[in-house]
């Protein structure tokens, strides 16, 4: 945006104007969705879109939702903030959210800012529980609770960032079609097209990878078919 500023005085009318003055970003901070096994440990990342050289980023999250996770740790390795100290600057367990700040212009990083980029800044790592029903889902969000609100840094100020939710989706295992539905014929339809008849790829492979063996292959199918038809356990997604 310009700026301009107009004064009156005695000697006369002054006006000056600066071009491009003030600048608008739409900074975010987005959650991935992840696909799980139950009584298993998911991976969750939070990404940080950034149009500015950051100095410091503050990440509120919450985990509650339809049903209990248990928050095991939140680590930055392998992520765009890497080398840099991940402090936790709220714990509040008890009402399942924490906030994580991260200070770029500390001393002791590999570097005094965050160049402008996208991809992950951190990661959480979650266990999910064995008792829920395959095929449902729980949020993970980044929010504003009590004094902490996501917030980014850079040398002209301090201002919020938007937030986009993600989830932890518990893998309906034999959802070939990825309907949502099933496992049922049609899900056997699928496979067995896709593997003999040349039919398109599932949408989702781990839901087609059902045996609990690597790779979508004949052991799929016999276990589709004696899970639908012949009393077979449960069928687990290839994650």
């Keep these: 945006f310009d700026v301009t500023v107009a004064i009156e005085s005695a000697g006369g009318p002054y006006a000056n104007t600066k071009t491009g003055f003030i600048w608008s970003y739409a900074d975010t901070f987005k959650v991935a969705n992840a696909l799980a096994n139950r009584a298993k440990t998911v991976r969750v990342d939070i990404s940080a879109h950034n149009y500015l050289p950051l100095t410091r980023m503050l990440v509120p999250f919450t985990w509650a939702g339809t049903f209990t996770l248990g928050l095991d740790s939140v680590k930055n390795t392998g992520t ?7 402090n936790l600057a709220q714990n509040d367990d008890l009402n399942k959210r924490r906030a994580y700040e ?22 959480l790592y979650f266990r999910t529980p064995n008792t829920v029903p395959q095929g449902s ?11 902490q609100s996501p917030t980014f840094e850079a040398l002209p100020g301090t201002y919020p960032g938007g937030a986009v939710a993600g989830s932890i989706i518990i893998c309906l295992a034999g959802d070939v079609t990825n309907d949502g539905i099933g496992p049922d014929i049609s899900d056997l339809t ?17 839901k087609a990878n059902c045996d609990g063996y690597p790779g979508t292959d ?5 276990a589709l078919v004696a899970y639908m038809y012949l009393g ?4 687990t997604c290839g994650l």
């Design 218 to 222: 004949i052991g799929d199918v016999v």
């Design 190 to 206: 699928y496979l067995v097209s896709y593997l003999y008849l040349g039919g398109p790829p599932p949408e989702v492979i781990p």
């Design 102 to 123: 991260i200070n770029f212009a500390a001393v002791g990083g590999p570097g005094l800012f965050l160049p402008p980029g996208d991809g992950p800044v951190m990661s």
């Design 232 to 235: 077979g356990p449960l069928l």
């Design 137 to 147: 889902s729980t949020p993970i969000q980044v929010i504003s609770y009590g004094f």
């Design 80 to 86: 765009r903030t890497d080398g840099w100290a991940l």
